[in-house]
């Protein structure tokens, strides 16, 4: 939600809340989706898994995830974004019991997609939610408090994994269930930790009001106009009761068909292209795939987990970083300075397990390095800058729906990347899957180049306006 002028803070206090709870869905996805990296050897050895099953029990969340984007945009446009985000609260919850207590394939996979489709969800809704209550100026940095969440979810869940891992090599407990759990199948009690933020978000939902937004074109001005009024006061709550409504007028069609119309047909195929192209650039394959890189490097399990820890924290310092330029420097700028230094940086991991497969013996930590450099440089960029873009390109009458479209064609490709690296590690061997993601990098500088508009500083309505025109 923008402030009627650019520079009106707002009551930020507030405002900075609603989108700290909010982004607690990131939280959720970000260690729904980076546990997986530390369980990935014990679930395979115990049940027999060859490459394509161990890309299966990775990705099949991913698949849940597709099922939760496609039906977030609609569930939220007809019920509102705070129902359905208690929908990805319980699914979180139900997915982590049920994976810490799963004994067959089966019963894994189903409550893997279950968390999946939680992901989906979460994935829309909340960046959604915080770009709806955030005000212009300040828009870009709020809602990379989603992406931020997400990062510190992915680091969490790496220190879950490494401190269950070390904890089961020497503690035993009396109980079958907690020996089991913690000690004797490991894997369990990493997946199973997750219950606790995921109670933690659906309490806190409690205290977060419906997007005002959502309110307003639902017709119910009056429970808009309060929050707006704590949100923004009273005079600046008016004029975006009125600008809202304003654009509704305009907008005479409700419906999937006002995105096919040429301003926002053209955006429409941005958003998708470059959700797509930005998962076939590395970034999962390294937080899903990260201890078994390390492994192909010559580390030992606990080692390999460690250094993905430190992977993680470069990532939630480099979010950090790109919340402070987001707004100062756009969109555009920050792809630019970090696909680049992407495209540098793998082309550097490919050589390095190059040359050590031809006996360089390079140390381990050479290939930290770089990895933390490629972490560095797609933190700050497709990783912030890709949600920021899909809360802000839509129109408002269909933007649940659209992001939909977008998170649809996001998780896809996702879902390729944790599917199919396994299988590209046996048949392309590692330099051959960084020096892929390199070339993938080329498609989305060119598209972001000619097609991708500005909208730093724009508020949601002025951002509408100019893609009509």
Same mark, same amino acid.
């Given at each position: 939600m923008n402030a009627g002028t650019s520079n009106n803070k707002g009551n930020m206090g507030y405002v900075i809340f609603l989108s700290a709870v909010a982004a607690l869905g990131g939280f959720l996805f970000g260690y729904d989706t980076a546990v997986i990296s530390g369980t990935i050897k014990g679930v395979s050895t115990q049940f027999k898994m060859d490459d394509l099953q161990t890309g299966w029990y990775v990705g099949c969340a991913l698949v849940g995830s597709i099922v939760g984007v496609l039906v977030a945009g609609k569930l939220s446009d007809r019920f509102g974004r705070k129902p359905v985000l208690f929908l990805s609260a319980v699914l979180f919850a139900l997915s982590s019991v049920g994976c810490a207590f799963s004994f067959s394939v089966p019963e894994l996979?189903?409550?893997r997609l279950t968390g999946g489709v939680g992901i989906g969800i979460a994935s829309i809704?909340? %960046?959604?939610?915080?770009?709806?209550?955030s005000v212009a100026r300040y828009r870009g940095r709020l809602?990379?408090?989603y992406q931020l969440a997400i990062t510190i979810g992915i680091v969490s869940s790496y220190f879950i994994n490494s401190l269950v891992l070390k904890y089961s090599m020497s503690a035993t407990f009396d109980s079958?269930?907690?020996q089991t759990i913690f000690i004797t199948e490991s894997w369990r009690g990493m997946l199973g930790m997750e219950?606790? %933020?995921a109670l933690l978000f659906f309490i806190i939902l409690f205290f977060i009001p419906e997007s005002p937004r959502w309110q307003v074109i639902n017709h119910r001005e009056a429970d808009a106009y309060t929050v707006m009024n704590r949100l923004f006061g009273v005079q600046a709550a008016k004029e975006q009761i009125a600008g809202i409504k304003e654009l509704l007028h305009a907008e005479v069609k409700s419906n999937w068909r006002l995105l096919l119309q040429p301003g926002f047909r053209k955006v429409l195929f941005v958003g998708i292209s470059l959700a797509m192209l930005g998962q076939f650039m590395g970034v999962n394959a390294v937080l899903y795939y990260g201890p078994v890189f390390f492994e192909e490097a010559g580390l030992a399990q606990s080692s390999s987990l460690d250094f993905q820890i430190i992977v993680g924290l470069v990532n939630?310092?480099?979010t950090f970083l790109s919340m402070w330029l987001i707004d100062r420097i756009g969109r555009k700028k920050l792809v630019y300075y970090g696909v680049s230094g992407m495209i540098i940086t793998l082309v550097a991991i490919g050589f390095y397990f190059l040359l050590n497969g031809q006996s360089a013996?390079?140390?381990?930590?050479?290939?930290?390095g770089l990895i933390m450099a490629y972490i560095f440089f797609c933190a700050i960029s497709i990783c912030t800058v890709i949600f920021v873009l899909l809360s802000e390109m839509y129109p408002a009458k269909v933007r649940g729906a659209a992001m939909s479209i977008a998170g649809f064609a996001l998780w896809i490709g996702t879902y390729l990347i944790g599917q199919l690296t396994p299988w590209l590690l046996t048949s392309l061997a590692p330099q051959g899957i960084f020096w892929l993601f390199a070339i993938m990098c080329i498609p989305y500088l060119l598209i972001t180049w000619k097609l991708l508009p500005e909208t730093t500083g724009r508020s949601l309505e002025e951002i509408e306006q100019m893609l009509q025109q």
């Open positions: 996979v189903g409550y809704i909340s %960046p959604l939610y915080i770009s709806e209550i809602v990379t408090l079958y269930w907690l219950t606790l %933020p939630v310092f480099s013996n390079f140390p381990p930590e050479l290939l930290l």
